[in-house]
């Protein structure tokens, strides 16, 4: 039954105005979140982060004629571990040989470590340490994830273990320097459609991790092959 | 029958706003907290471009929560009827593509979202659950007159 006797227009002012404050709480909220989705252009960076491969901390970055690889992986992510302790003696050479460009994006979604890690890391790239650094926690990696292992002491102490004791580095772990760093990495991640890690792409292809990471024969032939 | 459906589907209607309205807060409410998490359900449906995708990864939970405020609430109760079965007809579009070329992939209705393994799709029981919510909607359409709602007339 509808009953319609008085003028819609009063009859449904409350219906209206509630709908209007929800909507425009909601558009409060949803604008500034889609806003905050752009890179930030003034975030504090690494040095040797390269803002057009995804703010990746980039390595022989201007070499010609060479494979780029670009890894996506996140510090606590135990595959990624498998992936460093398959490849890492090989990246490096490939790295002090000046024979490929290889960029690492350090993702962060696992959790709040993951965070604080990726900060470290580029707090240590500061100090010409990255690549040391990465490898030491890619060694010392919690068996769980989310553990509460890697906090600031650890990282500092983690630090020390590769000769970086300076002040600098202490305060920029203590004061998370690179967060926004690390949400720009996010969102050119996801730019990249990169949905878990690890994810490589050699010369902006994707490599099958089950077909190109099942040895490091075959992951020298994915590069070769460009 | 029909006269026995006029006088109760004001309840009926009542009953499905409140199941319809509810879904769809919760769906929007469990990805509004993970949004990068809502991005990467969307592109793995492979059905967009990236950017797009990603942009409807955040714009999607929004709407969800506002369809369903407005459902529980009774505001605008045969349009946003019409909306949700519009939107329920396009996630059960998106979900058959990603079943008939050989996806494995959560749906992301609810949060998470992404690939799984093969014999973890659920792709059948995600469809017939959207299949229901379409049911109600197109119910509410046709009754939009419900009790204890905002609305005070049937427009």
């Known amino acids: 039954m509808v009953k319609d006797n008085g003028a819609p227009k009063k009859d449904n ?16 909220m949803l604008v500034p979140t889609l806003l905050s989705k752009k890179s930030d252009n003034s975030a504090a960076l690494p040095a040797i982060a390269s803002v057009e491969d995804g703010y990746g901390i980039a390595f022989n970055a201007d070499l010609a004629n060479a494979p780029k690889i670009d890894i ?20 490096d050479e490939l790295i002090t040989k000046k024979e490929a460009k290889v960029v690492y994006h350090l993702m962060s979604f696992i959790g709040i470590e993951s965070l604080s890690a990726a900060n470290a890391a580029g707090c240590a790239a500061d100090e010409g ?42 305060t920029c772990i203590d004061d998370l320097k690179y967060a926004n760093w690390s949400k720009n990495i996010a969102n050119e991640a996801g730019k990249k459609n990169v949905n878990s890690t690890p994810t490589i792409f050699v010369n902006g292809k994707k490599i099958d991790n089950a077909k190109d990471l099942v040895s490091l024969d075959a992951f020298k032939a994915v590069v070769a092959k460009g | ?52 995708a990603n942009f409807l ?7 969800e929560i506002v ?33 008939a070329r050989g996806l494995t992939i959560d749906c992301g209705c609810f949060g998470g979202g992404g690939q799984v393994a093969a ?35 049937s427009n």
């Open chain 1, 72 to 91: 996506y992986e996140d510090f606590q992510c135990p595959y990624c571990a498998g992936f460093e302790g398959l490849t890492g003696a090989y990246l």
């Open chain 2, 1 to 52: 029958m029909n006269i026995w459906l006029e006088k109760f589907s004001p309840w009926i209607g009542l009953v499905f706003r409140l199941i319809l309205g509810g879904v769809l807060f919760a769906a929007g409410y469990l990805k509004v907290g993970a949004l990068d998490k809502s991005q990467m359900a969307v592109r793995a449906y492979e059905l967009l471009p990236i950017s797009i």
């Open chain 2, 67 to 99: 369809m369903g405020l407005l459902l529980i609430i009774g505001a605008f109760t045969k349009y946003v009827a019409a909306g949700s079965a519009v939107i329920m007809f396009v996630f059960i579009i998106a979900i058959s593509q990603a079943w």
């Open chain 2, 57 to 63: 990864g955040i714009v999607l939970p929004y709407v």
């Open chain 1, 129 to 170: 340490k990255f690549l040391e650094f990465h490898k030491l926690l890619y060694a010392n990696q919690p068996k769980s994830e989310n553990s509460g292992t890697w906090t600031n002491e650890y990282l500092k102490a983690a630090g020390q273990g590769v000769g970086v004791t300076s002040q600098k580095f202490s």
């Open chain 2, 119 to 153: 014999n973890e799709t659920k792709y059948l029981p995600e469809i017939l659950r959207d299949a229901g919510l379409v049911l109600l909607s197109l119910f509410l359409i046709r009754y939009p007159v419900t009790r204890f709602s905002l609305d005070k007339s």
């Open chain 1, 13 to 28: 002012f409350t219906r209206n105005l509630v709908v209007a404050v929800i909507v425009g709480v909601v558009l409060l």
